[in-house]
């Protein structure tokens, strides 16, 4: 069982991707709504792995990615517009595309837990 950090601005999208999270065994961390209790969630909290909504309220999550690649913990982007807006360092992260299907979501967190 990995615990997992949702960052999901939108509550029903948020409610649904932990509830998809708990029934893969998983303990879902959050959700974090918003960038600042997300990026403090990143620095302190302990979890194997995250999901980070792209655009958070306006706000891109970004400094979360790059807090989570600096402690070295894994996680993919959620989006519902696909790669629009990726580059640099932040185009090699998979994506998970909304609406949320719970065999991709199982299969990406696989992948990238082992280093995929």
Avoid: W
């Amino acid at each position: 069982m990995a615990r997992i950090l949702i960052v999901e601005d939108e509550a029903l999208i948020a409610m649904m991707l932990e509830d998809i999270v708990t029934d893969l065994g998983h303990d879902p961390v959050g959700p974090m709504m918003r960038l600042q209790p997300a990026l403090a969630a990143a620095e302190r909290e302990d979890f194997d792995f995250a999901i980070l909504d792209i655009n958070l309220a306006g706000q891109q999550s970004f400094p979360v990615a790059d807090c989570l690649i600096r402690r070295g913990i894994p996680f993919i982007f959620a989006s519902g517009y696909g790669r629009a807006g990726l580059a640099g360092d932040y185009a090699r992260i998979p994506i998970l595309q909304k609406p949320y299907d719970p065999g991709q979501v199982a299969a990406m967190i696989a992948s990238r837990a082992a280093g995929a």
